[in-house]
């Protein structure tokens, strides 16, 4: 791994306060959480296996969640410097959704067809 990947790593998973000037290092840990929850979740989907709507709304309710969790009480960081929880909750949002499908599909059609 590259030291920019480990640095990176550092972060997502050690809290910090974090601050306006910080706000492009902050969005890319929030990016990366949520693409370790999406391959996680993904996994886990196509185990089960769910199917259909239900999973998706799950994965989006839970990913969201789990995202405002870790902004508010891990990172403690305020929303409104970084442009309100609607645009952290953004971040990163549609490249999570499509490696959780990604995983849901490839996992839940190699255990369960």
């Not at 999973?55 to 309710?61: D, S, T």
Request: hydrophobic residues 50%; proline residues 2%.
């Amino acid at each position: 791994m590259g030291s920019d990947t480990k640095a990176l790593l550092k972060q997502v998973f050690s809290p910090k306060s974090w601050t306006e000037e910080e706000k492009d290092d902050f969005l890319d840990v929030i990016y990366w959480f949520r693409q370790i929850i999406a391959l996680i979740i993904g996994i886990i989907w196509g185990i089960v296996p769910l199917h259909g709507s239900f999973g998706l709304l799950l994965y989006v309710a839970g990913s969201s969640l789990l995202t405002f969790v870790y902004v508010s009480k891990f990172h403690t960081a305020n929303e409104e410097e970084f442009g309100g929880i609607q645009e952290i909750l953004k971040e990163g949002f549609m490249t999570a959704f499509a490696t959780f499908m990604v995983m849901w599909i490839v996992i839940n059609t190699g255990l369960h067809s």
